[in-house]
């Protein structure tokens, strides 16, 4: 038979393995209907939980949005919220054997004869009816004390920060995997058609910096809708977003209309579901045009919200400008708002850096919260604060209470959380006099990650993604919910 007439017996080129590809190519449609139609499937009966359709949550939310506050770098949690005064009677001493126990430790204090305990390079005081212990380099997050939940017992699996990072964000030490910010896209949907999802804003402090990757908000497995969009300072927030000189709006309309049906009759040739992807991608580029200046303009901000975060955030680029921004996205209905600031790494000169670390970020993150609270949004909104581990009780290098260092320590640290369902003025966990092991209620990452998806209404059991034969999910194959941190 010549090949013309099989063509026009088949002109498709429908077979066997087109035929069942179409079916999930209609499933992914009603996924992506979801994300630009959001109440699309709403008004049947409840489901169960693994027919749940994406874009409806499994249960009712505690909150709608997360604002993470990265710290990337691991602050000192001596230094931060966890007050060791055991450290300061033995100071210089010998950290004991049995409370270290042969845990593993980083190369660079791996061969050193001593580990001489270091009491914290700043005072401590309680604030508020939670009578929380609050360093003196936060002075304005100790002034929110009552609203926020510090856990002390936080614990992860990794020690060097690639894989820490990489593990807080993705669920696993290594690199693929869809981020948290794309498990939460993939599950609830966007808010806004305008806006992408999942938004990811970065800065820099003086500090040691370790590099950040777009890995850490890939999605990963995922379709790539989902990924997170880095705004930039400056005048073009997202790369080549805007028009050449010479073409309109009308112009642009046209040509993406064009270029939307051959990618249609790409699909229907080879049902990649990539394709529809693309097609959505496009539009959301196309209407971001209009949506980021508007959002990212903070210049009708009244002076007092100036007051309140700071001057620097008028200076594009600061983590206060960032601080700001989150809470504008959050109001224009961003679901994952990432914050990274940069610059905790301090091996060496801690009593500086640290001082200087905390300075750039203490008035943002606590005018954040107030700001939220002020305008009804910090109920449905969770504030995440913390980095991917903490510091050593022992000094790294030589013993100088005025210039020291600490090292990395995975076995327990500090973060905060605020709104969104968590229950306010609470101090969970517990570390033992030296501040090296926890000894009561510890949390695991997987943990922390269960019952952020909790308070967004996900069941972290249930939103998986079936991919190369295995399900996979934001939580692996563990995590438990910590029920006593939700309101």
Not at 50 to 65: E, N, S, V
Not at 81 to 93: I, Q
Not at 327 to 338: D, K, P, S
Not at 473 to 480: E, F, H, M, Q, S
Request: hydrophobic share 35%.
């Amino acid at each position: 038979m010549k090949e013309e007439e099989k063509n026009n017996e088949n002109p498709l080129k429908v077979n066997r393995r087109h035929f069942f590809s179409q079916l999930s190519v209609g499933i992914g449609s009603l996924a992506l209907g979801s994300l630009l139609i959001p109440d699309l499937f709403k008004g049947g009966g409840a489901q169960p939980l693994a027919q749940q359709p994406l874009g409806i949550p499994h249960f009712a939310p505690k909150a709608k949005r997360v604002i993470y506050l990265f710290q990337a770098g691991g602050p000192s949690q001596f230094e931060s919220f966890d007050y060791k005064p055991t450290l300061k009677k033995r100071m210089g001493e010998d950290l004991p054997e049995s409370i270290r126990n042969g845990q593993r430790l980083t190369g660079m204090t791996s061969g050193q004869d001593k580990f001489p305990l270091m009491p914290s390079a700043t005072n401590f005081k309680q604030y508020g009816q939670s009578g929380a212990w609050v360093s003196d380099y936060f002075p304005h997050i100790a002034k929110i004390a009552d609203e926020i939940t510090v856990v002390k017992s936080m614990h992860t699996d990794a020690i060097n920060h690639d894989p820490a990072i990489t593990f807080f964000q993705t669920g696993s030490q290594i690199s693929g995997r869809p981020s948290m910010g794309s498990w939460m896209s993939y599950g609830l949907g966007s808010e806004n058609k305008n806006l992408p999802s999942f938004v990811v804003l970065t800065s820099r402090g003086k500090g040691n910096s370790q590099g950040l990757y777009s890995k850490l908000w890939s999605s990963g497995f995922l379709d790539s809708k989902h990924q997170g969009v880095m705004l930039r300072s400056g005048k073009n927030p997202v790369l080549y977003l805007n028009d050449p000189d010479g073409i309109s709006r009308s112009d642009k309309r046209h040509l993406l209309n064009e270029v939307s049906q051959l990618n249609k009759m790409h699909h229907v040739e080879t049902g990649d579901d990539e394709i529809e992807s693309r097609i959505a991608q496009y539009e959301m580029a196309y209407r971001m045009q209009m949506s980021v200046p508007d959002v990212m303009d903070i210049s009708k901000e009244p002076e007092s919200i100036v007051k309140l975060y700071g001057e620097d955030c008028q200076v594009p680029g600061t983590y206060a400008a960032n601080a700001l921004q989150a809470r504008r996205l959050a109001e224009n209905g961003v679901r994952f708002i990432q914050l990274y600031h940069q610059g905790w790494d301090q091996h060496g000169n801690l009593p500086n850096a640290m001082a200087g670390q905390a300075k750039d970020v203490d008035q943002a993150s606590a005018a954040l919260v107030m700001d939220l609270k002020q305008r009804g949004m910090l109920e449905d909104t969770l504030v995440v604060w913390g980095g991917e581990f903490g510091r050593t009780n022992f000094c790294q290098g030589k013993f100088d209470p005025k210039d020291f260092g600490r090292d990395h320590h995975p076995r327990a640290f500090s973060i905060w959380m605020a709104g969104g369902g968590i229950k306010p003025g609470l101090n969970y966990g517990k570390t033992d006099e030296f501040g090296y092991n926890i000894v009561e209620n510890p949390v695991h990452v997987h943990d922390f990650h269960a019952t952020l998806m909790h308070a967004m209404g996900l069941d972290h059991e249930q939103m998986t993604y079936k991919y190369q034969g295995r399900r996979f999910r934001l939580t692996d194959v563990a995590g438990n919910v910590i029920k006593d941190l939700l309101a």
